[in-house]
């Protein structure tokens, strides 16, 4: 019994062929299972970068939010600051008006 027959209507193959054809079998599934692992550990590194994109997002948008924040605060403090000066330029114009006007009473 040198010939075998794999399936219905298909040529017989010698007991050499078939031991070929199962041995390069195996060494394809080996090769299989390594390239799904493979596959694996690289679809675990883009969700580890996707989770790390994440935490960045996350921590820009915070440093963000805080500075502007932080810029409001120093707008609002600047308003203020132009405000009181506008006050103090105002009181010393009519300083010197009374100034003046003193002057010329004299």
């Known amino acids: 019994m040198d010939e075998l027959t794999i399936g219905i209507d298909k040529p017989s193959i010698t007991r050499g062929e078939f031991i070929e054809l199962k041995i390069e079998s195996e060494i394809m599934q080996e090769?299989?299972?390594?390239?799904?692992k493979d596959l694996r550990e690289i679809k675990?590194?883009?969700e580890d970068?996707?989770?790390?994109?994440?935490?960045?997002?996350?921590?820009?948008l915070a440093e963000n939010t805080e500075?502007?924040?932080?810029?409001t605060g120093l707008m609002f403090e600047n308003e203020v600051h132009k405000n009181h000066l506008s006050e103090l330029t105002d009181k010393m114009r009519s300083m010197r008006q009374e100034i003046n006007n003193i002057k010329s009473q004299s």
């Open 31 to 36: 090769e299989n299972m390594k390239l799904k």
């Open 44 to 46: 675990k590194t883009i």
């Open 49 to 60: 970068y996707k989770k790390i994109d994440t935490e960045i997002d996350e921590e820009v």
């Open 67 to 71: 500075l502007r924040s932080a810029v």
